[in-house]
């Protein structure tokens, strides 16, 4: 029987985590760098919209300051999306994600977006 995160224990939490964060890092960003101490890195996500992806980034302490672009202390985020098939008759949008910031901060963040963004109905 399955229990909620209410009633985990710290430890099954933390191995749950551990299985979440390994099954995110099997799938490559389309680039990442780190230049004069700046980490930015771009992912792609389909099919989230544009404002799904700007509410889990506000979410996450960000502020929408451009249609697309969201900045967070420490971190900032630009955002850009296409259509694109799947399928012979299927389409989705993509949303492209590339987000500039101190590596420190960075990292949490895109972690903490892809969790929600895996968890994401679509």
């Not at 992912?43 to 672009?69: D, K, M, T």
């Not at 969201?70 to 259509?83: C, I, K, N």
Request: no cysteine; hydrophobic share 35%; charged share 30%.
């Amino acid at each position: 029987m399955s229990r909620s995160n209410s009633t985990l224990t710290q430890r099954e939490r933390g191995q749950r985590l551990r299985k979440q964060r390994a099954a995110l890092e099997a799938i490559p960003p389309v680039d990442r760098s780190v230049e004069n101490g700046v980490l930015r890195v771009t992912r792609r996500f389909r099919g989230l919209s544009l404002e799904q992806a700007v509410g889990y980034l506000e979410s996450l302490g960000g502020e929408r300051v451009e249609p697309n672009e969201v900045e967070g202390e420490g971190w900032r985020a630009e955002l850009s999306t296409e259509t694109v098939p799947v399928g012979p008759s299927y389409r989705l949008t993509e949303v492209t994600i590339t987000w500039t910031g101190e590596t420190d901060v960075l990292e949490p963040i895109v972690f903490r977006f892809r969790l929600k963004a895996f968890r994401a109905p679509g």
